[in-house]
């Protein structure tokens, strides 16, 4: 990194860059390449020797990812970062980093659903003790009687928006010398987990980070020693390595992060309000509502942002929910979001149709459940495709 004055986030957040090469190219060069060469053998025997190998193979290090890393740090206000090939191989690493057989993690029981078959079907094999906690602090509290190695949680989770108080969490794993990751993938810029007591902030920078849906992505934010020591050696020899493409193309999307996080929220917030009004609708899940249950600890707690993804649980069930989803013209029917375009999904058939029945219905993910992720587009357009929908529903 370049620049070491002591500009704002949202500055570095568009500035962060490699250092300028003899070329005096304006934009981020692309380092692509597999290795780096040395002047001579001593030099590369000293480089693979070193603790932190400055650049030796893209597997260890990358100048892409090194910014990529610093922007999410900055975003983050941590005084680290490390970036992933997805936001999946994010939460892996940070359990294989973190976790040994016979320890216990807690899971909050809504996560998206690939972390829950991560959890389940693989890290269990482990001899890695999985348990899910349903509910909020309280329930937290109960399952941390017991020590525990690592709590993993999301807040808004996905797709049921519901918010747990990070900072309650955050003490109570730390009283039994637990370590909390905190996913924020879907409340980046307006919540800081870290400074509420996260030790890690984990994203899906597929999602808000990139923010056009172009590459997978993932990032660990996190004490210096905690991610060099526990987490990096994980990487380095697993390989779950960003390639430098989709790490510059991430580092791009971030340059907007800010006012793209705004926009959405708005456009989310304004929306969320008129769709209360439907009489289709059985209920609007939005934690920037004054009616969802948290939505005090909310305001608090991502500074003042309710997000840009609404749920709605449409009064019906599967047909409803299909019917409503097959009538957009303008938002797009895909598991992504946090992409400039709007998008829709039925978590019950795509995202989370892979956890148990039992599971689903712990966290309410009825067939009758849709979520929705407000893009950029202009409000009144959006707002159409929502009535449109809605009036398939008469
Ligand atoms: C999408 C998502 C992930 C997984 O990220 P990938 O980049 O798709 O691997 C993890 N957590 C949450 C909350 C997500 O929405």
Redesign the pocket.
């Known amino acids: 990194m370049k620049r070491k004055s002591a500009t704002r986030a949202a500055t570095e957040l568009v500035r962060a860059q490699a250092a300028r090469s003899e070329n005096r190219e304006h934009a981020e060069a692309l380092f692509l390449t597999s290795s780096f060469v040395f002047d001579s053998a001593e030099q590369a025997a000293a480089q693979f020797a070193a603790p932190a190998a400055e650049y030796v193979y893209s597997r260890f290090s990358n100048p892409n990812l090194k910014t990529l890393a610093a922007r999410v740090a900055v975003l983050e206000e941590t005084p680290a970062a490390l970036c992933t090939a997805?936001?999946?191989?994010?939460?892996l690493s940070a359990v294989l980093g973190i976790c040994r057989a016979g320890d216990r993690v807690l899971c909050g029981g809504e996560?998206?659903g690939?972390?829950a078959q991560l959890l389940s079907n693989v890290i269990s094999k482990f001899g890695v003790r999985v348990q899910y906690v349903f509910g909020g602090e309280d329930a937290w509290r109960e399952a941390l009687k017991e020590n525990a190695a690592l709590c993993i949680l999301?807040t808004p989770s996905?797709p049921m928006l519901s918010i747990l108080d990070i900072a309650e969490i955050a003490a109570l794993a730390h009283d039994k010398n637990a370590l909390l990751a905190v996913?924020n993938?879907?409340c980046p810029w307006a919540q800081k987990p870290h400074a509420l007591g996260a030790d890690l902030v984990?994203h899906?920078?597929?999602?808000y980070l990139d923010g056009q849906g172009r590459v997978?992505?993932?990032a660990i934010a996190g004490a210096e020693e905690l991610l060099h020591e526990k987490i990096y050696p994980v990487l380095r020899c697993a390989g779950p390595a960003l390639s430098p493409f989709s790490a510059w193309t991430i580092s791009r999307g971030m340059e907007t992060l800010p006012l793209r996080i705004k926009a959405h929220c708005e456009s989310a917030a304004a929306l969320a309000e008129w769709l209360q009004t439907a009489p289709q609708l059985e209920k609007v899940l939005y934690a920037g509502l004054p009616s969802h249950p948290r939505h005090a600890l909310a305001m608090q707690q991502q500074n003042n942002m309710g997000g840009g993804i609404i749920s709605l649980q449409i009064k019906g069930g599967r047909d409803e929910a299909w019917r409503f989803i097959n009538a957009f013209k303008l938002f797009s029917i895909t598991a992504?979001?946090g992409d400039a375009k709007s998008t829709a999904a039925h978590p019950a058939t795509t995202?989370h149709s892979r956890l148990t029945p039992e599971h689903r219905a712990a966290c309410n993910i009825g067939e009758n459940l849709v979520r929705l992720s407000i893009g950029l587009e202009d409000l009144e357009d959006i707002r159409e495709d929502l009535a449109r929908a809605l009036a398939a529903l008469d």
């Open positions: 997805s936001g999946m191989s994010a939460i996560v998206f690939a972390t999301e996905n996913d993938c879907f984990i899906s920078a597929t999602k997978l992505g993932g992504n979001f995202t």
